[in-house]
């Protein structure tokens, strides 16, 4: 499985209780996908989060996202081992 970090911004800043939730229902949905959401970071006042996910596909964890909450990640970028 390759492994992703991808990156989302939100205008007006994010929580980091509002990024714990939102993790927490991507960890209700990605069995379904054959995803891993491993782990993510929160810049509140920039409204940054990021996700380090295990998955076959970059699009297989946005689908994940879409599905848990509908915030869905701008960019998001293959990890290589040794990064």
């Known amino acids: 499985m390759a492994l992703y970090l991808d990156v989302h911004t939100i205008s007006g800043g994010v929580s980091a209780q509002d990024a714990a939730q939102a993790h927490r229902a991507d960890l209700e949905t990605q069995d379904r996908f054959g995803v891993r959401y ?17 998955a076959p596909s970059a699009e297989a964890a ?11 990640a701008e960019d998001i970028f293959p990890v290589e081992e040794g990064d």
């Not at 946005?62 to 869905?72: I, K």
């Open 62 to 72: 946005t689908a994940v996202h879409r599905e848990a909450h509908g915030l869905t």
């Open 38 to 54: 491993l782990r993510y970071w929160v810049n509140e006042p920039e409204g940054k989060v990021f996700c380090l996910v295990e």
